[in-house]
């Protein structure tokens, strides 16, 4: 599949072998997901001219899908490397000329956004500690035990539907973890705030995972000690 002959996903379960490469995409930002995820929830939850936002902006998919289709954006990163990464990345020329915002912020306390102001959330948040994207940084998700990391991502949930507007929807993506060789489902505890927020669930969708850079050493360690591989995210669409 490629951006030109691209058709929306019809179904709940969603598997883009091809990492997608279009306009600036790439996988070279650890843990960036598929552009191909980015474009259905757009094309699917918004329309142009629309408010999208990204509070986990990273590398930039979710903007760089919203400046090619005339979606206008919001992207927020508690780390200033991600924020200069996804401003590089928007620089390109697209067919419209929606208003992207790139800056640095907090996604558990979303200052400057107003109440019932934004149509659409698509986000990425890290996965507790598993990968941690910065060094140093007061309220980076990303260095937080499930614990921790589970309280601020209530504070994320309330965020997110202070901001939504009424009728509007909030996808995120989340995958679970595993410990002491046993599954812990962080994508239905985070899931679970987002509930307790006030949110309604309108679709689970699984999303196969593919090309895992740590797949040679998992695979081996799943033999030697009878586990299976997580293989697996979950895409929460979630409707105010």
Same mark, same amino acid.
């Given at each position: 599949?490629?951006?030109d002959?691209?058709?929306?996903e019809?179904?709940?379960i969603?598997s883009?072998p091809?990492?997608?490469?279009w306009?600036?995409?790439d996988?070279?930002?650890r843990?960036?997901?598929s552009?191909?995820?980015? #474009?259905n929830?757009?094309?699917r939850?918004?329309k142009? #001219?629309d408010l999208? !936002?990204?509070q986990?902006?990273g ?5 760089i899908?919203?400046? =090619?289709n ?7 990163d508690i780390?200033?490397?991600a ?11 697209s067919e419209?000329?929606? !208003?992207?915002?790139?800056r640095?912020?907090d996604a558990?306390? =979303? ?15 890290p ?8 060094e140093g940084i007061?309220?980076?998700l990303s260095h937080?035990k499930e614990?921790?990391? =589970?309280?601020?991502?209530?504070k ?5 539907y202070r901001?939504?507007k009424?009728g ?15 599954v812990?489902?962080?994508?239905f ?5 987002? =509930?307790?927020?006030g949110f ?9 995972q593919?090309?895992? #850079?740590?797949?040679?050493?998992w695979?081996?360690?799943?033999? #030697?000690?009878?586990f299976?591989?997580l293989?697996?995210?979950?895409i929460?669409v979630f409707?105010k």
């Amino acid at each position: 599949m490629s951006r030109d002959n691209f058709e929306l996903e019809t179904t709940t379960i969603w598997s883009f072998p091809d990492r997608g490469k279009w306009a600036t995409h790439d996988a070279k930002y650890r843990g960036n997901f598929s552009p191909y995820v980015a #474009k259905n929830i757009i094309l699917r939850y918004s329309k142009p #001219k629309d408010l999208v !936002l990204d509070q986990f902006v990273g590398s930039g998919t979710t903007l760089i899908e919203c400046k =090619l289709n005339d979606r206008n954006a919001i992207g927020l990163d508690i780390n200033s490397k991600a924020v200069d990464i996804a401003r590089k990345k928007l620089d390109f020329e697209s067919e419209y000329n929606p !208003l992207i915002e790139v800056r640095v912020g907090d996604a558990c306390d =979303l200052l400057g956004i107003e109440k019932d102001s934004i149509d659409l959330i698509c986000t990425h948040p890290p996965y507790s500690n598993i990968i941690k994207y910065s060094e140093g940084i007061p309220g980076d998700l990303s260095h937080l035990k499930e614990k921790d990391f =589970l309280s601020a991502m209530e504070k994320v949930a309330k965020e997110c539907y202070r901001v939504l507007k009424i009728g509007k929807f909030c996808a995120i993506v989340m995958g679970d973890t595993r410990k002491n060789g046993m599954v812990r489902p962080l994508g239905f505890e985070v899931m679970q705030r987002f =509930l307790g927020a006030g949110f309604k669930i309108k679709e689970i969708i699984i999303k196969e995972q593919h090309n895992c #850079k740590a797949t040679g050493y998992w695979k081996t360690n799943s033999q #030697k000690y009878n586990f299976l591989l997580l293989a697996h995210e979950y895409i929460f669409v979630f409707k105010k």
